[in-house]
């Protein structure tokens, strides 16, 4: 059965939507194809639609005769090209260079496209043609695939006094996972990211117009992403109680909306006596715990907390540190021999004031002590980002041999070519 739905205030036929059903076995309780489909126009026309109903034994004849048909348009078995003679060739939604092709010959409607010899007609149009021709005929026989709504996991809950304290929150927010975990487990999935979004409150008679607590009124999102899906509702609480002790609501809470994304569980092979690796919900909670010590981000805007990542940039010591993802694929590069030496770097890089006679640096002095350039090799000059004011770099580089008492050692300086500054980069082992 094929069901062509238009809005009430709108003409037949104009913003349609279809609906195929599939009703084999069902005259026995719903009787006839007839009242079936009258009882689908009253339940349509309740909920403001005019709908247009075709039946037969396959779902593209169906649709055909709900859209060219008038009434309840039912189609017996056999008789499918004979019904659908009379429709215009518009129906078929033709591509419109064929529509062109079949208008020069003179094609306007099902009966004569089913009439055409089928080789001759693919030879002109191609497969598309006997398509549309078998179409035309109701030839066309394909099962009914099932449309299933993607899986949402929301848990809302709307408390009669707001809350101002993260504990009385984390006791709700417990009671959410709760029952968005027991959905997940109840279809052997899991979870890897979950959103929060809290209402606050706002007190109107309290808060003046303009006022900094205006922001107040925008609701308080927070985002929990994991490595690794997970069925733990204890688990995620503590992650989210991490969250909100780092970046808490600036109002007390009235209003609660958790989402779950739903994911596949990934099984993961186990030692015989112990774990081959850390468990992944415990090192997220480390990780959490870590942020909410040293924070998430540098003065630079580089995440404190993940692996570092060599930028592909000739800029000297250009990194980014990126979170751990345990989906990446572990590279095994072969050892190379090490280096005789080993470049400390300092970071930042020491200031420091150097003393250059007949173009060569002849004495440096930095972090409270003096020292004498023995040997200097050097200079080494780079530059980039040219076009770009704020992140231009321009640079020479020595590698020095300091002697002193304090300061003593090999050591790799620089001077910035833009401010004129020099700085030690570092100390080589």
């Not at 993607?150 to 006094?161: D, G, M, R, T, V």
């Not at 204890?234 to 109680?241: A, D, Y």
């Not at 040997?375 to 640079?395: F, I, K, V, Y």
Request: proline share 8%.
């Amino acid at each position: 059965m094929g069901i062509e739905l238009s809005p009430l205030s709108s003409p037949v036929g104009a913003d349609p939507g279809t609906v195929v059903v599939d009703l084999a076995g069902a005259e026995s309780l719903l009787g006839t194809p007839q009242q079936i489909g009258r009882g689908l126009q009253e339940c349509a026309e309740e909920c403001g639609f005019i709908a247009k109903v075709g039946v037969a034994t396959n779902p593209d004849t169906a649709l055909y005769a709900a859209i060219g048909m008038d009434g309840i348009g039912v189609i017996a078995p056999g008789k499918e090209s004979v019904c659908l003679s009379r429709l215009p060739i518009e129906v078929l939604n033709p591509d419109a260079g064929i529509l062109d092709v079949l208008d020069s010959w003179g094609i306007r409607d099902f009966g004569a496209l089913a009439a055409l010899p089928p080789i001759s007609l693919v030879e002109r149009l191609g497969q598309q043609g006997l398509i549309l021709q078998r179409l035309a005929r109701g030839e066309v026989q394909r099962e009914i695939v099932p449309c299933e709504p993607p899986l949402s996991i929301q848990e809302c809950i709307e408390l009669e006094e707001a809350i101002d304290l993260l504990e009385p929150l984390a006791f709700v927010l417990n009671r959410l996972l709760e029952q968005a975990t027991a959905r997940l487990r109840a279809r052997s999935l899991a979870t890897d990211v979950i959103h929060v979004t809290l209402e606050l409150e706002v007190h109107h008679d309290r808060q003046l117009k303009g006022s900094p607590c205006a922001s107040v009124r925008e609701p308080y999102k927070s985002n929990l992403k994991l490595p690794v899906p997970t069925q733990d509702s204890k688990l995620l609480l503590k992650l989210l109680q991490l969250n909100l002790a780092q970046h808490p609501p600036k109002a007390p809470v009235k209003k609660i909306l958790l989402v779950a994304e739903p994911a596949l569980l990934r099984h993961t092979q186990t030692g015989l006596f112990e774990p081959l690796a850390p468990e992944p919900g415990q090192l997220e909670i480390t990780l959490s715990r870590l942020k909410a010590v040293v924070g998430e981000k540098d003065a630079e805007g580089r995440l404190r907390i993940g692996a570092p990542e060599v930028l592909d940039s000739h800029a000297p010591d250009d990194f980014q540190v990126r979170p751990f993802r345990s989906s990446e694929p572990v590279t095994i590069h072969e050892c190379l021999p090490s280096p005789q030496l080993a470049l400390r770097i300092f970071r930042p890089p020491l200031s420091a004031r150097v003393e250059v006679r007949q173009a060569v640096p002849a004495e440096v002095v930095f972090n409270g002590g003096k020292g004498k350039v023995l040997t200097a090799a050097g200079p080494w000059r780079s530059n980039g980002r040219w076009w770009n004011r704020r992140d231009q770099w321009e640079r020479e580089e020595w590698d020095v041999t300091l002697g002193g008492d304090t300061v003593a050692g090999f050591y790799r300086i620089f001077r910035d070519s833009l401010s004129g500054q020099w700085f030690v980069e570092g100390m080589y082992d």
